[in-house]
């Protein structure tokens, strides 16, 4: 049996290019598996329900190999469970050098596979690797130019700051201050922390 496997990262993204090619190749769209989520693991539905249906002898055919996944560390586990444990085959059609069958007999076409497979891995790997480095390096060189990373600090209310002014000098109960802020007391208590900090010299000056 022929199956196929399609994946986007998001449910905006189209599967389209993907279900043309399988249809080209002749799978048949009840054996098509689709998944619109990301690649980070393998707990995806359409995913899962593939898994139950291959069995040995089956073809897995998919349009390039980080349909699969995005992490070639996992690629490379659930490539080995698939032709070793299951028995079937995988045919990458962006890249037909990756195909386990073996038309001849022997096991070229598996052990070629395998080496590919590797060396994707590592050049995978190996990238994301300096992309951090990088990354690194341009956040410590901003950060000494003075360039602040984050969230920036919320601002708050004239209304806001007056309450708790208003409540820091018991001028109104926490009562009168949650129902005039809206906040529940939690939050109230967070966000008058907060404020404090943002505008300690705002707040002392009309203390």
């Known amino acids: ?87 079937a085959d995988i045919l990458v059609l962006d890249m037909p050098v990756l195909d386990t069958r073996t038309t001849d007999g022997t096991l070229i076409c598996k052990f070629i596979s395998d080496i590919v ?30 360039v602040k990373f984050g969230r920036p600090a919320k601002p708050y209310s004239d209304e806001f700051i007056n309450i708790l002014i208003r409540f820091r000098n018991k001028e109104i109960s926490l009562k009168e201050a949650l129902k005039s802020s809206g906040m529940k007391q939690s939050n109230f208590y967070y966000h008058a922390a907060r404020c404090a900090k943002l505008y300690r010299e705002r707040l002392h000056a009309r203390l």
Do not use: P
């Open 117 to 146: 497979l590797q060396v994707l891995s590592f050049v995978a790997e190996n990238e994301r690797g300096n992309i951090r480095a990088r990354q690194a390096e341009g956040i410590a060189l901003a950060k000494a130019r003075g």
């Open 1 to 87: 049996m022929i199956y196929a496997y399609a994946r986007v990262s998001s449910r905006d993204q189209n599967l389209t290019r993907q279900l043309e090619a399988f249809e080209e190749f002749g799978v048949e769209k009840k054996h098509i598996y689709c998944d619109k989520k990301s690649g980070k693991n393998f707990a995806r539905d359409g995913y899962l329900k593939l898994m139950k249906r291959l069995k040995k002898g089956d073809l897995l055919v998919i349009k390039s190999i980080d349909r699969l996944g995005r992490n070639y560390r996992m690629i490379t586990d659930e490539w080995n469970n698939i032709v070793n444990k299951t028995g």
